[in-house]
């Protein structure tokens, strides 16, 4: 399976009054994961949006282990979990900067026409892309 990384620094904005990052950053950090995993396969979702497709979140799921604390980095694995034709299910795991586990989550999304928001088959609208993720989740590195 390819899985991407991508590190962040942790900034105090993204903390709450304990010093550890507020649990909705998550969301964002895992979107930085998602995006950079996309990029590693060769495509970029801006592209996709400029044909009119969109891909919202339709589900999601997050297990918080450990806490990350400001002045820390944390690392951001990421990859194709899941993936038919139309929907992607995204893995995560997010690590503390000393390398302990800190989250776990899987990320559910669909292609949706833009003006509409009926879903849109990738297999068909992007084979580029559809091939992409048939590799990642198999396994073969690009």
């Not at 990029?39 to 999601?60: C, R």
């Not at 997050?62 to 992607?88: H, L, N, Q």
């Not at 993720?133 to 590195?141: I, L, N, P, V």
Request: net charge neutral; proline share 3%.
């Amino acid at each position: 399976m390819k899985i991407s990384e991508k590190e962040i620094e942790v900034r105090y904005a993204e903390t709450d009054q304990m010093g550890v990052v507020y649990h909705a950053n998550y969301l964002v950090w895992m979107e930085l994961g998602r995006t950079q995993l996309i990029e590693d396969l060769g495509f970029k979702y801006a592209d996709m949006e400029a044909k009119g497709i969109l891909s919202p979140v339709i589900d999601i799921q997050i297990s918080y282990k450990k806490p990350v604390r400001y002045g820390e980095k944390a690392t951001i694995k990421t990859w194709v979990e899941e993936y038919d034709g139309i929907r992607v299910a995204y893995g995560y795991e997010i690590y503390t900067g000393s390398g302990d586990l800190s989250v776990t989550a899987i990320s559910k999304h669909a292609c949706v026409k833009k003006e509409s928001f009926r879903p849109v088959s990738i297999r068909k609208l992007f084979p580029d892309w559809h091939d992409a993720y048939e590799k990642a989740k198999k396994g073969s590195e690009m």
